[in-house]
């Protein structure tokens, strides 16, 4: 049996400029971080005891004879590309899928790192990665950018720059204290609102108009907002300052991106003393996060009473098996 523990992300500069169409072109930037709500896979070879072959638990419930019966596209293409078969598959996750957190290609990720160790083989970070993008955007032909994955393997606080030639990861360097400070600084609430990414990004692609000026404009956002950060003379509240930019930028990048009851809620969080904030993911629910001062805390807090509030903690760890116990297993096919 093999349990893999990985983290969601949430995505503060350069969203969408993580899309294949555009970085290849005009190259790409985003500054992430992991956090401390995770999801789990469990994996295991299923005994032979059964009238079906393949037993999958997550939102719903899968009994399968036939492996290209599967319904779920990224857990039916995982078992195609890596030769899985006969196995027992149960998602379990801290917080609600669709909700703007890459929580599906955490999941891809997790799945992926666990199918691995099942068949006694290592997968490094970058290779989980490289893995989880092909099976989501090739495989499954979801739409999307490349960061959810990348983020969800390597864990922390990075900047990923993307050009033609593909991706590099490297961590933000900053002081404990400086972090600290900006992990209690943010403040997250749920909006009750869940949408797939993918469908998000459909509809924004949809829209008339060329997004390319606001998308270079969000890029450049990349470098002012890493230099916030690791510049101990600039004055940390800028931060903030920019989620505001760049939020008014993205919400210029397609329609679905917002609604009316979002705008709402980001407008009595600004009035009520935050400094900045924005949507995380593709856009039309899911979590909304802001910057804010210390000593306006309680008035957000308490505007915002009605949301669900999520603490959390930023984590370093990116996806792990935490749980290993190696199995024998024959294929059917070769059992005699």
Do not use: M
């Given at each position: 049996m093999i349990i893999t523990k990985t983290p969601f992300r949430m995505s503060f500069f350069g969203g969408g400029t993580d899309m294949k169409e555009f970085f290849?072109?005009?190259?790409?930037?985003?500054?992430?971080?992991?956090?401390?709500?995770?999801?789990?896979?469990?994996?295991?070879?299923?005994?032979?005891?059964?009238?079906?072959?393949?037993h999958l638990t997550y939102s719903k419930m899968e009994y399968i004879t036939d492996e290209d019966k599967i319904e779920h596209p990224a857990i039916r293409n995982a078992m195609k590309m890596l030769d899985m078969h006969e196995i027992r598959l149960t998602y379990e996750s801290d917080l609600p899928a669709r909700s703007g957190l890459g929580t599906s290609s955490s999941f891809a990720v997790g799945m992926l790192n666990a199918f691995h160790a099942l068949k006694g083989k290592y997968a490094d970070k970058g290779k989980l990665a490289d893995e989880a993008i092909y099976l989501e955007r090739t495989l499954c032909n979801e739409a999307g950018g490349w960061q959810d994955q990348i983020a969800a393997s390597f864990g922390g606080l990075n900047r990923i720059t993307f050009t033609a030639d593909g991706y590099e990861v490297r961590p933000v360097i900053i002081s404990p204290d400086r972090k600290r400070r900006l992990n209690e600084n943010l403040v997250m609430f749920f909006t009750g609102f869940t949408r797939f990414s993918s469908e998000v990004q459909e509809a924004n692609a949809k829209d008339r108009g060329d997004k390319t000026a606001q998308l270079k404009e969000m890029l450049a956002l990349v470098d002012e907002a890493?230099?916030?950060?690791?510049?101990?003379?600039?004055?940390?509240?800028?931060?903030?300052?920019?989620?505001?930019?760049?939020?008014?930028?993205?919400?210029?990048?397609?329609?679905?991106?917002?609604?009316?009851?979002?705008?709402?809620?980001?407008?009595?969080?600004?009035?009520?003393?935050?400094?900045?904030?924005?949507?995380?993911?593709?856009?039309?629910?899911?979590?909304?996060?802001?910057?804010?001062?210390?000593?306006?805390r309680a008035s957000v807090m308490e505007t915002m009473k009605d949301l669900l509030y999520v603490p959390f903690e930023f984590e370093n760890g990116g996806t792990r098996v935490i749980y290993y116990s190696p199995e024998s297993y024959t294929p059917a096919e070769e059992k005699k």
């Open positions: 290849e072109k005009y190259g790409g930037a985003v500054l992430s971080t992991t956090f401390d709500k995770y999801c789990y896979v469990t994996v295991r070879h299923l005994p032979r005891f059964f009238n079906y072959k393949t890493e230099n916030v950060l690791t510049d101990k003379h600039v004055d940390l509240d800028d931060f903030g300052r920019l989620l505001d930019y760049t939020w008014k930028l993205k919400r210029q990048t397609g329609s679905a991106i917002s609604t009316d009851g979002i705008d709402a809620l980001y407008a009595k969080g600004i009035a009520a003393g935050a400094l900045g904030g924005k949507l995380l993911g593709a856009g039309g629910g899911g979590f909304l996060i802001f910057y804010v001062q210390p000593e306006r």
